[in-house]
């Protein structure tokens, strides 16, 4: 069984600054990506941000400059350093792993359950 404990969520004010911080746990293989979501109140789920276990990232042009994506191979573990934060960026978000498990050909995605950013005055 594989969990996503996600933690550092909270509330901050418009340029404040948060850290968010993921751990994968359980009998994992390998990695190949790991990832961060959001989903605001009545909004469809979106990319936050994305690294591969090569180090490459991808990021939502709304985050670009503002949000640093940062992994740790050996601890299995993902960060999002959240920067110059916005009311706009309020939402839960989500950590995600494409993983490949003991035995299994095929990588699986996996889900932790949420942590709550509020960003307001």
């Known amino acids: 069984q594989v969990q996503l404990v996600e933690s550092g969520g909270g509330s901050v004010q418009p340029g404040g600054t948060l850290r968010l911080s993921c751990a994968a746990a359980g009998r994992i293989f390998s990695i190949i990506a790991m990832g961060w979501y959001r989903q605001a109140p009545g909004k469809q789920r979106e990319l936050v941000a994305t690294?591969?276990?090569?180090?490459?990232?991808n990021y939502a042009d709304s985050v670009k400059g503002r949000f640093t994506i940062s992994r740790d191979n050996a601890k299995s573990t993902v960060n999002l350093q959240m920067n110059s934060l916005k009311p706009e960026d309020t939402a839960v978000y989500y950590c995600?792993?494409?993983?490949?498990?003991?035995?299994?050909?095929?990588?699986?995605?996996?889900w932790g359950s949420g942590t709550q950013v509020t960003v307001s005055s």
């Open positions: 690294i591969t276990s090569g180090g490459t990232t």
């Open positions: 995600n792993a494409d993983l490949v498990l003991p035995g299994v050909p095929q990588a699986g995605d996996y």
